[in-house]
């Protein structure tokens, strides 16, 4: 597994953002979210040894930006030339978020046909509203690999009708002494859907705030991951 941020920031967007680790990481350390800067690693899968070789070792997943949206508008002309290092590397696999999909025709390369087979792209949805505003549209996109991210997930949703050709569906609460609480029994609705569909389901983590069997819990933030692993339900 790699990371690879070729550039940083990043804008609230919509109900999910409004405890952003990004904007609570750089708030800590002084620094302006809103300002979208290319960093030095933006040429990270690209860069050799003094032999000639990849220093990125092939055969790994690499995580793109995960301290900004891919398709956020500012990094327009910046995105091209990483299309371009993700056709050099056919030997890793790119999986990148965004809750921007309605952006995607805006976004692609002109080879990018009916999908790289080295990119999965992952749509994030919070809520109903955005789980059929989002959905709806991500669900006709020539994507060879989709995943589903609700995290974090902050009501009941029901995404049956979006699953078809989707990989993976992600659930997660929120992170943040004011969060809002995640309910185990939507968790639990969301892995039903998936398993009637044949769709991989995976808890990744429960909240902060955690409802189960009518009682809210208030969990640390080091244990929301490990807990939900504890609950066994990845199918
Ligand atoms: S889109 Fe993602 S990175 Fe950007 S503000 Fe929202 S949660 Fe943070």
């Not at 990989?167 to 929120?174: D, K, P, Q, W």
């Not at 398993?195 to 902060?208: D, K, L, N, P, Y």
């Given at each position: 597994m790699a990371m690879w941020n070729p550039w940083r920031g990043c804008?609230?967007?919509?109900?999910?953002?409004?405890?952003?680790?990004?904007?609570?990481?750089?708030?800590?350390?002084?620094?302006?979210?809103?300002?979208?800067?290319?960093?030095?690693?933006?040429?990270?899968?690209?860069?050799?040894?003094?032999?000639?070789?990849?220093?990125?070792?092939?055969?790994?997943?690499?995580?793109?930006?995960?301290?900004?949206?891919?398709?956020?508008?500012?990094?327009?002309?910046?995105?091209?030339?990483?299309?371009?290092?993700m056709r050099e590397r056919p030997d890793l696999h790119f999986l990148f978020l965004t809750k921007r999909i309605e952006r995607f025709w805006n976004c692609i390369p002109d080879d990018w046909g009916d999908g790289y087979e080295n990119v999965t792209i992952g749509c994030t949805v919070e809520n109903q509203a955005r789980a059929d505003e989002r959905l709806s549209f991500f669900k006709t996109l020539p994507i060879r690999h989709k995943n589903i991210i609700c995290q974090?997930?902050?009501?009941?949703?029901?995404?049956?009708?979006?699953?078809?050709?989707?990989?993976?569906?992600?659930?997660?609460?929120?992170?943040?002494?004011?969060?809002?609480?995640?309910?185990?029994?939507?968790?639990?609705?969301?892995?039903?859907?998936?398993?009637?569909?044949?769709?991989?389901?995976?808890?990744?983590?429960?909240?902060?705030?955690f409802i189960k069997d009518g009682r809210e819990y208030t969990l640390n933030v080091r244990e929301l991951g490990s807990q939900a692993r504890k609950a066994g339900i990845d199918c």
């Open positions: 804008h609230r967007y919509s109900e999910g953002c409004k405890f952003c680790y990004i904007h609570k990481g750089d708030a800590k350390r002084g620094m302006d979210t809103g300002a979208i800067v290319k960093l030095d690693g933006f040429d990270a899968p690209v860069r050799k040894t003094k032999k000639g070789e990849y220093k990125m070792k092939p055969g790994q997943t690499v995580y793109v930006c995960f301290s900004t949206d891919f398709f956020i508008g500012e990094a327009d002309e910046w995105r091209k030339e990483c299309w371009e290092m974090p997930l902050i009501e009941r949703i029901d995404i049956r009708k979006y699953l078809d050709g989707v990989e993976l569906v992600v659930v997660g609460g929120e992170s943040d002494r004011n969060a809002r609480p995640l309910d185990y029994e939507w968790v639990l609705a969301v892995r039903e859907q998936c398993i009637s569909a044949g769709v991989h389901f995976e808890f990744r983590q429960c909240g902060t705030h």
